[in-house]
């Protein structure tokens, strides 16, 4: 770490990795200028909200905002377009230069589009879960593709809005994110409540216009609303020229640091793991990074590392998924609470590989209890 003065910090990204970093800059003792800027004109709110309670909630119109208390300046509506590491300029889409002694890149991703059309539907920020939100409104029939936790609970957020929904996955839903045993768990009660599952062996993609989805065997879906959630890409465009990408994202040390005046934390870094540098685009992994990163721009070398436990959230079709450790999971869990049968479980995996993953379905448990639970078995 440079021994130069740290007089101004200036965080690209005002979602939660970038709230998190400005806050734990302020608790770990960071008192300088400190501007965040933010592509959307919103402060920042809760984005997992808006594939579960914004869709679910007939009276919420938008997920809520997440309390802030670093006292920064925020620029919002403004969106990054380059960045110069040698003048320690951050440079603006409506030419303003930010001059900064750290910066933290928090640019998070976008969703990955199958089409340029319009009449294609992704949900990655607030604007485009109130178009959808919008477009439910009518109970229109619906086609979502994608059968990861997203288009799930999309299609599950559809369906409760009395829309007639049909999900076309890459195979089983849920199977390659969780595993087939909770998988089936939550397959079987969206079938209950009326979900269509189309299973594709290779990847879908759309008409031209987006309005048909096109099945690998030549079939077809159409629907009034077509919904996609195939991914997300992250948004490292603007730092093109700058040598901190890698394949599209940016590699950190185990402090989160791409250099020492130069943090990356959230859907965009890529930290350290036993299995090599790896991209983690996750809520919990971008607080948890956010803070360990904050913490090595103020403290440098005396801040400890990233010890990351992975932590999944879901809610979809009445059922309340956490998971603790490593996913997906293979075989039949071992009940430490409860039992099979759809009821409040709490359940352990573990295999030849070590421990795997601690999960609550249906089941209260504060996250920090599960954590503990987990780390008591490992």
């Known amino acids: 770490m440079s021994g130069d003065a740290l007089r101004r910090v200036v965080i690209v990204g005002n979602g939660i990795a970038g709230l998190t970093a400005a806050d734990t800059l302020r608790e770990t003792g960071f008192d300088g200028e400190l501007t965040l800027v933010g592509d959307e004109p919103y402060p920042a709110y809760s984005r997992p909200a808006l594939s579960k309670a914004l869709l679910l909630d007939g009276t919420a119109m938008s ?7 670093h006292g920064g300046r925020e620029l919002l509506g403004v969106r990054a377009t380059g960045l110069d590491l040698d003048r320690r300029r951050v440079f603006l889409d409506d030419g303003t230069e930010l001059p900064y002694d750290r910066a933290v890149l928090a640019t998070g991703s976008r969703a990955r589009r199958l089409s340029g059309s319009p009449a294609e539907h992704t949900v990655r920020g607030m604007d485009d879960a109130l178009a959808l939100r919008r477009r439910l409104a009518g109970r229109p029939s619906v086609v979502v593709v994608g059968g990861g936790p997203l288009g799930m609970e999309l299609a599950s957020g559809c369906l409760a809005a009395g829309c007639r929904v049909t999900l076309v996955s890459r195979g089983k ?10 998988a089936e768990v939550i397959l079987d009660a969206a079938r209950e409540r009326g979900l269509t599952v189309v299973e594709s062996g290779a990847a879908a993609r759309l008409s031209p216009d987006g309005t048909r989805v096109v099945l690998d065997g030549g079939g077809t879906r159409d629907a009034e609303v077509i919904v996609t959630a195939v991914g997300e890409v992250p948004n490292t465009e ?11 994202a940016v590699p950190v040390d185990g402090r989160g640091l791409a250099r020492p005046d130069v943090a990356a934390v959230g859907d965009l870094a890529a930290f350290p793991t036993p299995h090599g540098p790896r991209r983690v685009p996750l809520w919990s992994s971008a607080i948890e990074q956010a803070k360990v990163a904050a913490r090595a721009l103020v403290l440098g070398e005396e801040a400890a590392p990233l010890d990351f ?10 059922v309340t998924l956490k998971a603790v450790g490593r996913l997906p999971v293979d075989g039949d869990p071992v009940f430490v609470e409860g039992g099979p049968g759809g009821g409040p479980a709490l359940m ?10 601690t999960v609550a379905l249906n089941y209260r448990i504060p996250v920090p209890r599960l954590r503990r639970t987990h780390r008591a078995a490992a």
């Open 63 to 69: 997920p809520p905002t997440l309390p802030a208390g």
């Open 173 to 182: 839903p849920l199977t390659a994110q969780l595993g087939p045993y909770l």
């Open 238 to 248: 603007w730092l093109a020229g700058t040598g901190l990408t890698v394949r599209g």
């Open 348 to 357: 352990r995996w573990s295999g030849p590989g070590g421990p795997g993953a």
């Open 309 to 318: 436990l992975p932590y999944f959230w879901t809610e979809q079709f009445g």
